[in-house]
T-cell receptor, first 112, second 113 residues
């Protein structure tokens, strides 16, 4: 298995509170991604990173921000969580030119 | 932009029977194609990929897929399924040279003993 961990694995939070999810890799891969998975929608890209301090938006980026200050860590922040952000969040990594992505175990976030 | 359609949201199949999970894509440029599997309460694992070469691609766990450019399809097949194949299967596409994947909505495969 690719060395990807996500923390926390489960979180329950209240509407309006900030939340940060962490993705950590030990593979030194250049690309990192954040997805959310919802029934009937498959996986949708939130943000991705193509290097340290280099990030870009995906198709569902509203309400989310990211940061990558080190190769191994990619943080996803919900500045003010809403119930519509209740979801399972997956981090993935890939290397340039290989295209296949390796996924972490996921974080189940519930916003009440 | 590209898109992926997995028409079957659920597919029930008897154990040891063959199965085909359908995937169609739309893109104005050449693409790379992938199938991923997600077992319950786990992340996604790569089953197989098509980048170039032979249009028949073999993957892990006895699965294979065939790229059909004229029909813009990349259907996944297995000749004989097992209980352990119970999972959700996702088709994904990316334009050649692009690192971002677009996923379909998934097909839940249920194996009936």
């Amino acid at each position: 298995d690719a060395g990807i961990t996500q923390s926390p694995r489960h979180k329950v939070t209240e509407t309006g509170t900030p939340v940060t999810l962490r993705c950590h890799q030990t593979e030194n891969h250049r690309y990192m991604y954040w997805y959310r998975q919802d029934p009937g929608h498959g996986l949708r890209l939130i943000h991705y990173s193509y290097g340290v301090k280099d990030t870009d938006k995906g198709e569902v980026s509203d309400g989310y921000s990211v940061s990558r200050s080190k190769t191994e860590d990619f943080l996803l922040t919900l500045e003010s969580a809403t119930s519509s952000q209740t979801s399972v969040y997956f981090c993935a990594i890939s290397s340039r030119g290989y295209y296949e992505q390796y996924f972490g175990p996921g974080t189940r976030l519930t916003v009440t | 932009a590209q898109s992926v359609t997995q028409l079957d949201s659920q597919v029930p199949v008897f154990e040891e029977a063959p199965v085909e999970l359908r995937c169609n894509y739309s893109s104005s440029v050449s693409v790379y194609l992938f199938w991923y599997v997600q077992y319950p309460n786990q992340g996604l694992q790569l089953l197989l990929k098509y980048l170039s070469g032979s249009t028949l691609v073999k993957g892990i766990n006895g699965f294979e897929a065939e790229f059909n450019k004229s029909q813009t399809s990349f259907h996944l097949r297995k000749p004989s399924v097992h209980i352990s194949d119970t999972a959700e299967y996702f088709c994904a596409v990316t334009p050649q040279g692009n690192e971002k994947l677009t996923f379909g909505t998934g097909t839940r495969l249920t194996i009936i003993p």
